[in-house]
């Protein structure tokens, strides 16, 4: 509040700009789930490509019962780090940021696509499934 009594108005990036008069998108994924497989490596020029499937489950009341659907993303990660997938196994609790990319090919004449994450940043939260870390050690 500003000497006078008037509120100080917050001030906002140029993205944010554009995105409130409509003027630019925005794709951005921030997920925490647990690997479903571990992780594969494949050398991509100079870095390596980490790909794995990532399960999220979401749950939800439906009047007296408890219902539950669980959502699988393949995640693609490129990183000069081959220590990553030591701790990418079946299981482990990530936190990750990125975002969607569609794929497009086409085969026996049938067009296919499908939505994966290119994720930007990784968190290993625990590597074991029955590991719950302390919600003061989670940041990004």
Same mark, same amino acid.
């Given at each position: 509040?500003?000497?006078? /009594? =008037?509120?100080?108005?917050?001030? &906002? +990036?140029?993205?944010?700009? *554009?995105?409130?008069?409509?003027?630019?998108?925005?794709? *951005?994924? &921030?997920?925490?789930?647990?690997?479903?497989?571990?992780?594969?490596?494949?050398?991509?020029?100079?870095?390596? @490509?980490?790909?794995?499937?990532?399960? %999220?489950?979401?749950?939800?009341?439906? /009047?007296?019962?408890?219902?539950?659907? =669980?959502?699988?993303?393949?995640?693609?990660?490129?990183? *000069? %780090?081959? +220590? %990553?997938?030591?701790?990418?196994?079946? /299981?482990?609790?990530? @936190?990750?940021?990125?975002?969607?990319?569609?794929?497009?090919?086409?085969?026996? /004449?049938?067009?296919?696509?499908?939505?994966?994450?290119?994720?930007?940043?990784?968190? &290993?939260?625990?590597?074991?499934?029955?590991?719950?870390?302390?919600?003061?050690?989670?940041?990004?």
């Amino acid at each position: 509040m500003k000497k006078d /009594g =008037s509120f100080a108005r917050p001030s &906002i +990036s140029r993205t944010e700009l *554009k995105l409130l008069k409509g003027e630019a998108d925005m794709n *951005k994924v &921030i997920l925490l789930g647990r690997l479903v497989a571990d992780a594969e490596i494949k050398p991509f020029k100079d870095v390596n @490509l980490i790909t794995f499937r990532v399960a %999220y489950n979401e749950r939800w009341k439906s /009047g007296n019962e408890w219902k539950e659907e =669980s959502h699988f993303f393949d995640t693609d990660f490129f990183t *000069k %780090y081959e +220590s %990553y997938l030591e701790r990418l196994t079946k /299981g482990a609790l990530v @936190l990750l940021e990125g975002k969607l990319r569609q794929e497009r090919w086409e085969s026996d /004449g049938k067009k296919h696509s499908r939505v994966k994450i290119r994720a930007e940043k990784v968190r &290993i939260l625990s590597v074991k499934a029955d590991e719950v870390p302390d919600p003061e050690d989670i940041e990004f």
